[in-house]
Nanobody, 119 residues
Framework: QVDVVESGGGLVQPGGSLRLSCAASGGSLNTYAIGWFRQASGKEREFVAG????????WYGDSVTGRFTISRNSAKNTVYLQMNSLKPEDTAVYYC????????????WGRGTQVTVSS
């Protein structure tokens, strides 16, 4: 079981930047991939970005491509989400999750971190 803890959320003005962190523990070496998702109030959960734990590939949701970057620090078992050019519609609770193998569903959801983009 891989446990994740998100941090780094906060209030930022439109056009600003934030960096979220997802610290993984409890078996992270067996993780196939790790991803970021978000859920705005009253909306369904949305995929934001993902990366293979090996670091060999990354992928992004259409709404964040070109503005967000996912990266990994293997020494710290931590995955980051650098968010630039933030928009009010990026406001949501951001969650981290893991995928044990390619065939598994995303699981091991964290408690999330709130990101609010507002002037």
């Amino acid at each position: 079981q891989v446990d994740v803890v998100e941090s780094g959320g906060g209030l930022v003005q439109p056009g600003g930047s934030l960096r979220l962190s997802c610290a993984a523990s409890g078996g992270s070496l067996n993780t196939y991939a790790i991803g970021w998702f978000r859920q705005a109030s009253g909306k369904e959960r949305e995929f934001v970005a993902g990366c293979l734990w090996s670091g060999s590939a990354t992928w992004y949701g259409d709404s964040v491509t070109g503005r967000f970057t996912i990266s990994r620090n293997s020494a710290k078992n931590t995955v980051y989400l650098q968010m630039n050019s933030l928009k009010p519609e990026d406001t949501a609770v951001y969650y981290c999750a893991t995928k044990i193998t390619k065939a598994h569903n995303w699981s091991g959801w964290g408690r999330g971190t709130q990101v609010t983009v507002s002037s």
